[in-house]
């Protein structure tokens, strides 16, 4: 399945988070790839919203994971600082994809060869407007539909 969707602003971005969250379950991994200012902070609040989580999401850049407890939890981690196999056993990145929580992991990029099977992929790129982003979705079959 790929997919294509464009957001037209940090709110539209956020909504179509809403729509992805609704559709997640235990063990679903979600990985962004894109640049910086995207708006991955505001697309993983946006999941949290549609998981039924009540909580303030921010940006894992010095935390390097936020947990944010549910049934499931969501784990949204910050991999841009991962330089190999010892920086990443050190954020607990394998002990939650065992736990059954949704991972929501922004640059990817640097971990992508540990990324199991059911990965959803995310990549977000900038738009023709300043606040254009464009999604492209890539993995399971139930996610197809998402943002209809």
Partial sequence: ???????????????????????????????????????KTAFTRGIAEGMGLDCHVSSPTFAIVN???????????DMYRIDGWDDLCTTGFFEYLEDDAVLAVEWSENIENVLPDNTLYVTIEKGEKETDRIFTFEGDERFENIGD
Avoid: Q
């Fill in 1 to 39: 399945m790929k997919r294509k969707i464009i957001t037209n602003s940090p709110e539209s971005t956020h909504s179509l988070g809403i729509a992805l969250g609704a559709k997640l379950r235990r063990g679903d991994v979600v990985a962004y790839f894109g640049g910086l200012g995207m708006g």
């Fill in 67 to 77: 947990v944010y407890d549910g049934s499931p939890k969501l784990c949204h981690f």
